[in-house]
């Protein structure tokens, strides 16, 4: 299966200090009109897999669409020549936008992935699940079970249906991430699995204020199944 991806991003005048979802705040303020930019009708939220993504990845503030939302992305990125977060005022000095078809899907051998903003793996019934285990071996098999089950979702999301069975392993981190105003904890690292990811794609929960951000580690052309 090929999908639809818009990469954008924007060279400011200076480093962005904010995190992600204060890039989330802007435009979904910026452009109440545009849903999939803010994922809200009145006070109600839509719960599905963010066709639109903000990460801040070393000061420098990046917008991925999936889909619709890659189409949103290409309509209102041309009119942004300022950011503001919080009290800070940042000018666009360019914005880079790639528009692709890229592969998603189940692949014959696993692939490589480095976690580069952190994965929240853990809701409030697996952490305790998480917590109450003593054993290092059973904490990663959990895991990469719920990365598997982070994956299989966000499938039937974006309407992929996967055949046979996914493989996960990993080299995992644990660190302390502030999420909607409360300290929780999220995981960087590596990981593989036999599903091919577009680079900077989301997975976990928190993805459209950046968390769970990945890409390839293999630099070799792709195929899927």
Same mark, same amino acid.
């Given at each position: 299966?090929?999908?639809?991806?818009?990469?954008?991003?924007?060279?400011?005048?200076?480093?962005?200090?904010?995190?992600?979802?204060?890039?989330?705040?802007?435009?979904?303020?910026? +452009?109440?009109?545009?849903? $999939?930019?803010?994922?809200?009708?009145?006070?109600?939220?839509?719960?599905?897999?963010?066709?639109?993504?903000?990460?801040?990845?070393?000061?420098?503030?990046?917008?991925?669409?999936?889909?619709?939302?890659?189409?949103?992305?290409?309509?209102?990125?041309?009119?942004?020549?300022?950011?503001?977060?919080?009290?800070?005022?940042?000018?666009?000095?360019?914005?880079?936008?790639?528009?692709?078809?890229?592969? +998603? %899907?189940?692949?014959?051998?696993?692939?490589?992935?480095?976690?580069?903003?952190?994965?929240?793996?853990?809701?409030?019934?697996?952490?305790?699940?998480?917590?109450?285990?003593?054993?290092?071996?059973?904490?990663?098999?959990?895991?990469?079970?719920?990365?598997?089950?982070?994956? $299989?979702?966000?499938?039937?999301?974006?309407?992929?249906?996967?055949?046979?069975?996914?493989?996960?392993?990993?080299?995992?981190?644990?660190?302390?991430?502030? +999420?909607?105003?409360?300290?929780?904890?999220?995981?960087?690292?590596?990981?593989?699995?036999?599903?091919?990811?577009?680079?900077?794609? %989301?997975?976990?929960?928190?993805?459209?204020?950046?968390?769970?951000?990945?890409?390839?580690?293999?630099?070799?052309?792709?195929?899927?199944?």
């Amino acid at each position: 299966m090929r999908i639809k991806e818009a990469v954008v991003v924007f060279k400011t005048d200076k480093r962005v200090e904010e995190d992600s979802s204060k890039l989330r705040g802007y435009f979904g303020k910026k +452009f109440p009109d545009e849903i $999939l930019l803010h994922h809200h009708v009145g006070k109600e939220t839509i719960y599905a897999y963010p066709r639109v993504q903000y990460k801040v990845i070393e000061g420098t503030p990046i917008i991925v669409g999936i889909e619709e939302g890659a189409e949103v992305l290409q309509k209102i990125c041309s009119e942004i020549d300022e950011i503001v977060m919080g009290k800070r005022k940042y000018r666009v000095k360019s914005v880079h936008i790639n528009i692709s078809e890229v592969e +998603f %899907g189940k692949c014959k051998q696993s692939r490589g992935y480095k976690i580069l903003l952190p994965w929240l793996a853990l809701n409030q019934e697996n952490y305790r699940r998480y917590k109450e285990m003593e054993d290092p071996k059973e904490k990663k098999k959990m895991l990469n079970g719920v990365l598997v089950a982070n994956v $299989l979702s966000m499938c039937k999301s974006l309407g992929y249906t996967v055949k046979g069975r996914l493989f996960a392993s990993s080299r995992l981190n644990k660190t302390t991430v502030k +999420f909607k105003g409360v300290y929780v904890i999220g995981f960087t690292g590596e990981f593989r699995i036999n599903f091919i990811l577009p680079d900077y794609i %989301g997975i976990g929960k928190g993805v459209s204020h950046g968390f769970g951000t990945v890409k390839s580690l293999c630099k070799k052309r792709r195929e899927s199944l």
